[in-house]
């Protein structure tokens, strides 16, 4: 198993101290220093996932459970609602996140705010996030939205506008719990429903209307 290198700021020091602990006969603190250490190394963990799934399939984009699905506007996507599936990570959650479909980054823009819980129903609108679009071969365009929630401190991503990206390729994460909201076009046909759990890069979110 990988480790995001953004973990690097938050384990050395836990690690530091504890190992200092340790040599100064410290040791329930430093037993519970290095305990700490390895919980939020843990948080920065990328398992391996293997994107098998048929081409023009859409993947989950991240780890958790699907709390809501519905339709809502974005002028980036098109003239048209799309299809929002919006996805709460616990702090328990893997928090990378991977492209759902292949394609090149249309748009990337960061939007700093707030930090209220993420399951509220406005985190979308006035916490930090960042709004990613691809598009794919055929033009189609897929939105990904990673959204501070309430213990999260800042939402990194990897991607710029104009690079291509494969499907299931890292895409960024959020640190300390979270949402991502996935907007896939009106015609595409769900795979999923709201209480689902999701596995980032592996489960089928949605797939072409035949």
Do not use: C
Not at 120 to 145: L, P, Q, S, Y
């Amino acid at each position: 198993m990988r480790f995001a290198r953004e973990a690097l700021p938050f384990v050395l020091p836990l690690l530091a101290l504890g190992l200092a602990g340790a040599f100064l006969g410290w040791k329930r603190a430093a037993f519970g220093l290095l305990v700490a250490a390895l919980g939020v190394l843990l948080f920065f963990r990328i398992p391996h996932r293997s994107a098998t799934a048929a081409p023009g399939v859409v993947l989950a984009p991240a780890n958790g459970v699907i709390t809501k699905i519905d339709r809502a506007e974005e002028a980036s996507l098109g003239a048209e609602p799309a299809q929002r599936i919006v996805i709460f990570l616990s702090v328990f959650d893997v928090h990378v996140q991977r492209a759902p479909v292949g394609g090149r980054v249309v748009e990337s823009i960061y939007t700093p705010g707030r930090k209220v819980a993420a399951f509220r129903a406005d985190a979308g609108e006035v916490n930090e996030n960042h709004w990613t679009v691809i598009a794919d071969a055929a033009g189609r365009k897929f939105g990904v939205r990673q959204i501070a929630g309430l213990l999260a401190r800042r939402v990194v991503t990897y991607l710029e506008t104009g690079r291509a990206v494969e499907r299931g390729e890292l895409i960024g994460l959020i640190k300390f719990g979270s949402r991502v909201d996935l907007y896939v076009p009106a015609d595409y046909r769900l795979e999923v429903r709201p209480g689902q759990k999701m596995i980032d890069g592996e489960t089928v979110i949605a797939r072409p209307a035949d």
